[in-house]
C-alpha cells in the first residue's frame, strides 16, 4: 500500500465531484477548490451546528460539547496511534461502505469519499445508527480505522467466495452502465478472477503525512482508501499486462522480446477490470473476514 499525495487525493475529488453513472470525468483542482466553496454545508455540519442542549443544575440550558470530527480523525492516523484491529464493529460498518469509481489515470474503484456509507442519512448519523450507538467519537473513529483496514481485509485470506450475489438494492443505481457485471435482477456472479485481481490490487491510503490535506479543506471528506488507477496490480505501462500475468494468461512474448498485440485480450482484460468496482461492493457487503486474521 502507498500513502495519497495531495494532488493524487486532489485528482480523487475532481471524479467524485463529477461522476456520471459509474464512470467518471476528471476536472481541473481549480474547479473542485470553486466547488467547495460553492457547495452548501454538508448535512454532518448542518446536523453538528443544531446541537443538542442539557439542563444545567441552575436550570439553565447550556449547549452540549460534540466531539470534534476532525480530531478524532487525526487521533487515528497520528504517526504514533497503534494500528486499528479488526472488530465486529468495523465488520458491521463495512457491510454499509459504499464504492466509487475513481478516474486517474486508467481508472479504479475505492471507497466514497464524501459519502462512505450507504443510504440516505448523513454520514455520522448512518454510522451512529449502524453501530446503534449514541456515542458519536466512537462512531467517526470506528469509520475512520475501517479506511485502514479495508485494504488489508482484501489482501488477507479471501473474504468471500466466488458465487452470484445481490448488490445491495441502494447501491444499484452506481451500476446501471454497460458491462457493469450486475444484471437486470441486481445480481453479480462473482469469480475467482476478480478475488485475484481484489487481492493484488495496489492501495492508496491516507496516512500521517496526508491527513490533512483530506480534513484541511472546506469540503467534508472521509479518509477512505482507493485502488491506484495508475497501477492498479503492478507496474506494468499497462495494467492488462499485470492482470493477465496474474490471472495466468500471460501475453505472448516474440522472438524480439516484445508483447504480441492482442486486441481481444485487451478488451476483456478491460471489461475484468471495470466489473471490480462491482466485485468490490459485494465483498464488502457479503464478505466476512475472520477477525483473528488481522
Known amino acids: 500500500m502507498a500513502r495519497i499525495s495531495r494532488k493524487t487525493f486532489l485528482r480523487a475529488l475532481a471524479g467524485a465531484l463529477a461522476g456520471v453513472g459509474g464512470w467518471m470525468i476528471v476536472r481541473g483542482v481549480d474547479d473542485i477548490l470553486e466547488t ?3 457547495a452548501p454545508r454538508s448535512p454532518d455540519l448542518q446536523a ?7 439542563e444545567g443544575a441552575d436550570g439553565h440550558v447550556k449547549p452540549r460539547a460534540l466531539p470534534d470530527r476532525k480530531a478524532t480523525i487525526r487521533a487515528v492516523f497520528a504517526r504514533d496511534a497503534r494500528p486499528p484491529r479488526l472488530s465486529p464493529q468495523h465488520l458491521t460498518l463495512m457491510r454499509q ?7 486517474i489515470e486508467e481508472g479504479a474503484p475505492g471507497l466514497d469519499i464524501w459519502h462512505p456509507l450507504r443510504g440516505p442519512r448523513p454520514t455520522i448519523a448512518a454510522a451512529m445508527s449502524t453501530l446503534k450507538t449514541d ?3 466512537f462512531a467517526v473513529q470506528t469509520l475512520a480505522e475501517l479506511g485502514l483496514l479495508v485494504p488489508a481485509i482484501l489482501k488477507g485470506a479471501a473474504p468471500l467466495g466466488p458465487g452470484r450475489y445481490a448488490v445491495p438494492p441502494d447501491a444499484r443505481p452506481l451500476f446501471e452502465f454497460p458491462h457493469s457485471g450486475v444484471d437486470a435482477t441486481g445480481r453479480f456472479h462473482l469469480r475467482k478472477e476478480h478475488l485475484i485481481l481484489l487481492k493484488a490490487a495496489q492501495w492508496l491510503v491516507v496516512d500521517s503525512d496526508s491527513i490533512s490535506d483530506v480534513l484541511d479543506g472546506e469540503a467534508e471528506c472521509w479518509p477512505m482508501p482507493f485502488v491506484d488507477g495508475k497501477r492498479p496490480y503492478g507496474n506494468r505501462s499497462h495494467y492488462q499486462l499485470d492482470m493477465a500475468e496474474l490471472l495466468g494468461e500471460p501475453y505472448r512474448i516474440d522472438r524480439s522480446g516484445n508483447v ?3 486486441a481481444r485480450k485487451d478488451a476483456r482484460l478491460e471489461r475484468l477490470h471495470g466489473e471490480t468496482l462491482a466485485a468490490l461492493q459485494v465483498v464488502l457487503a457479503h464478505g466476512a473476514p475472520a477477525i483473528a486474521t488481522l
Open 36 to 38: 467547495h466553496r460553492k
Open 48 to 54: 453538528a451546528q443544531r446541537a443538542p442542549h442539557d
Open 97 to 103: 461502505l459504499r464504492v466509487i469509481w475513481l478516474p
Open 135 to 137: 456515542n458519536e467519537a
Open 260 to 262: 504480441v498485440e492482442d
